[in-house]
């Protein structure tokens, strides 16, 4: 199995910037697929953006041009840069990686961190 563990969230009120974090406890054989979802209070887990393990990225249209993406694959680590915060942002922020090739101790699949809280307000 793999372990993610993200980092990263706080306060920050709107318009301002914050930085979130997700490093895995294992370095995911490539082709992989590393992202971020979101949670708000009494709603679904959506999707935020993700980043290949080529460095092809894709965003949700709520985020484009304000959020970006990125991964350190020597680190195991994927990064996600949130600019111009808005309240509606505020979520429980997950880290994914969707690992397709079958390595030993880790499964072909979906595994999650446990969330990092991002609230945006004044």
């Known amino acids: 199995q793999v372990q993610l563990v993200e980092s990263g969230g706080g306060l920050v009120q709107p318009g301002g910037s914050l930085r979130v974090s997700c490093a895995a406890s294992?370095?995911?054989?490539?082709?992989?697929?590393m992202g971020w979802y979101r949670q708000a209070p009494g709603n679904g887990r959506e999707l935020v953006a993700t980043?290949?393990?080529?460095?092809?990225?894709f965003y949700a249209d709520s985020v484009k041009g304000r959020f970006t993406i990125s991964r350190d694959n020597a680190k195991n680590t994927v990064f996600l840069q949130m600019n111009s915060l808005k309240p509606e942002d505020t979520a429980v922020y997950y880290c994914?990686?969707?690992?397709?090739?079958?390595?030993?101790?880790?499964?072909?699949?979906?595994?999650w961190g446990q969330g990092t809280q991002v609230t945006v307000s004044s």
């Open positions: 980043i290949t393990s080529g460095e092809s990225t």
């Open positions: 294992k370095r995911i054989v490539s082709p992989n697929i």
């Open positions: 994914n990686v969707h690992v397709i090739i079958r390595q030993i101790g880790v499964p072909p699949g979906d595994y």
